[in-house]
């Protein structure tokens, strides 16, 4: 056997049935806005598809009889990728990610603050916080002075967060989650939202002075062609008047030469 490629090439998704495709004894026809036509075979419904400009177009292969609908088919195809990617930029926008601290039931007050600090601007981001207590052994005596702490930090949070359950222990660690409030999320989220707009609008704009430019660089180009044009028109003007001038010159040199001639013989 050959080293070549090893299987069939993956089908992409060709989309619903439309046009030639469709060939069934009977149908229930909608127009473009979803109006019912009425109940045609496939060939009739291709000639009203036809007569429209239309794309014949299945919609409901499992109703009785199968539903199709008149539409363009491209504007219809681009305007549902252009929903799922604005639900895609939703739903990235809304992804919270979950930030880590941890930290000690005795830890130093310089340390404390500056987790503090690292929590706010976390939730402030729109994300959330998860804090973790260690306790290692005879500390696990002291869980009630961890608990304490932890109120503390939720407290000293403020608006930023609000507690998210009760601390809880998992093995020798008490863990406590902290999620943002419902204004800072969308707070965040319009932010997300107006920073990709700022960018597809400089994306835009280069786009547009790009195309100026080119436009800029043919009319220079049509306005050399013009002035080469007029130069040389005016060189071939000096050109004929000046050969004009010249050849009645040499003629009347000649019939001074042809008088002379004969004032010689005579």
Same mark, same amino acid.
């Given at each position: ?10 089908? @992409? ?14 149908? $229930? ?10 109940? #045609?075979?496939?060939?009739?419904? &291709? ?10 177009? !299945? @919609? +409901? ?6 539903? /199709? ?24 926008? !809304? ?7 941890? !930290?000690? %039931? ?26 973790? /207590?260690? %306790? ?12 304490? &702490?932890? @109120? ?16 809880? #222990?998992?093995?020798?660690? &008490?863990? !406590? ?15 997300? =939202?107006?920073?990709?707009? #700022?960018?597809?609008? &400089?994306?835009?704009? +280069?786009?547009? +002075? ?27 003007? =000096? ?22 001639? $004969?004032?010689? $013989?005579?």
């Amino acid at each position: 056997r050959g080293r070549g490629r090893r299987g069939g090439r993956v089908q @992409m998704d060709q989309g619903p049935p439309r046009n030639e495709d469709i060939d069934l004894p009977e149908l $229930r026809l909608l127009d473009e806005n979803k109006e019912p036509i009425g109940v #045609m075979s496939s060939d009739e419904a &291709m000639v009203v598809a036809e007569e429209a400009g239309l794309d014949l177009v !299945m @919609m +409901s292969p499992e109703a009785i009889p199968p539903v /199709c609908r008149l539409m363009n088919y491209s504007k219809f195809k681009y305007e549902n990728e252009k929903k799922q990617r604005e639900v895609r930029r939703k739903a990235v926008a !809304m992804r919270v990610e979950v930030k880590e601290l941890k !930290m000690r %039931f005795k830890i130093d007050t310089h340390d404390y603050g500056v987790r503090l600090r690292a929590a706010k601007k976390f939730l402030e981001g729109g994300d959330k916080v998860k804090v973790i /207590c260690q %306790f290692r052994g005879r500390e696990n005596d002291f869980r009630e002075l961890g608990r304490d &702490m932890f @109120m503390k930090f939720v407290a000293d949070v403020g608006e930023s967060g609000t507690l998210e359950g009760n601390p809880s #222990m998992n093995g020798n660690q &008490m863990i !406590m989650l902290i999620q943002p409030t419902k204004e800072k999320v969308a707070q965040q989220v319009s932010k997300k =939202e107006k920073r990709q707009q #700022m960018s597809k609008d &400089m994306a835009a704009a +280069s786009a547009r +002075s790009g195309d100026e430019g080119e436009e800029g660089a043919e009319d220079d180009e049509e306005y050399n062609d013009e002035d080469d044009e007029e130069y040389d028109d005016e060189d071939d003007e =000096e050109y004929d008047e000046d050969g004009e001038e010249e050849d009645g010159d040499y003629e009347e040199e000649e019939e001074e030469e042809k008088e002379v001639a $004969r004032v010689v $013989r005579k």
